[in-house]
T-cell receptor, first 115, second 113 residues
Framework: AQKVTQAQTEISVVEKEDVTLDCVYE???????LFWYKQPPSGELVFLIR??????QNEISGRYSWNFQKSTSSFNFTITASQVVDSAVYFC????????????FGQGTILTVHP | DVKVTQSSRYLVKRTGEKVFLECVQD?????MFWYRQDPGLGLRLIYF???????EKGDIPEGYSVSREKKERFSLILESASTNQTSMYLC????????????FGPGTRLLVL
């Protein structure tokens, strides 16, 4: 069975603060893929990143960065210098090699960035 | 840009009605998915399809059926809508290998009275 846990239900920060969203996963597959999605108030889930289990390099994309640590089964997401437009629900998701394309989502973290 | 569209953003139906939710993608993706999203329960997979006329049950298929007659279109059918099917319904598609990123449509908020 696969499981994704996002322990933070809601986070509230003030603009320009850095914020980290935690994601912990469980899988028995040796090959798997991890994803982050953003869901703004409009409702559409926006794909942010996909990492495979063999690539533990951290990734940076503008103000976004991701820290993948296999040893702790974590795939955390950091937003640097947060902005009001970052306010959204963020989902971490897992796809195991034996799950035939099925994503297992975490419960989501509601991020509110105040001006 | 990948484009996934859903036929309605908001829908209000009565208990017992047959409801069709349509999803169309324009990127020639092989795989298509239907999820529902509920507060506190996250996203749950209802059905998915890897090819035309193929369908596979997801985690919560009860009360739903699907149809995929053309590659670009994946329909979710509620044979007899019930109030516990009030939810946000999200369609997604992905390319080729099953481990590809899924791209989502804007969602349909369905209210069953």
């Amino acid at each position: 069975a696969q499981k994704v846990t996002q322990a933070q239900t809601e986070i509230s920060v003030v603009e320009k603060e850095d914020v980290t969203l935690d994601c912990v996963y469980e899988t028995r597959d040796t090959t798997y893929y991890l994803f982050w999605y953003k869901q703004p108030p409009s409702g559409e889930l926006v794909f942010l990143i996909r990492r495979n289990s063999f690539d533990e390099q951290n990734e940076i994309s503008g103000r976004y960065s991701w820290n993948f640590q296999k040893s702790t089964s974590s795939f955390n997401f950091t937003i640097t210098a947060s902005q009001v437009v970052d306010s959204a629900v963020y989902f971490c998701a897992l796809m195991g090699s034996t799950s035939y394309g099925k994503l297992t989502f975490g419960q989501g973290t509601i991020l509110t960035v105040h001006p | 840009d990948v484009k996934v569209t859903q036929s309605s953003r908001y829908l209000v139906k009565r208990t017992g009605e047959k409801v069709f939710l349509e999803c169309v993608q324009d990127m020639d993706h092989e795989n298509m998915f239907w999820y529902r999203q509920d507060p506190g329960l996250g996203l749950r997979l209802i059905y998915f399809s890897y090819d035309v006329k193929m369908k596979e049950k997801g985690d919560i298929p009860e009360g739903y059926s699907v149809s995929r007659e053309k590659k670009e279109r994946f329909s979710l059918i509620l044979e007899s809508a019930s109030t516990n099917q009030t939810s946000m319904y999200l369609c997604a598609s992905s390319f080729g290998q099953a481990n590809g990123a899924q791209y989502f449509g804007p969602g349909t908020r369905l209210l069953v009275l």
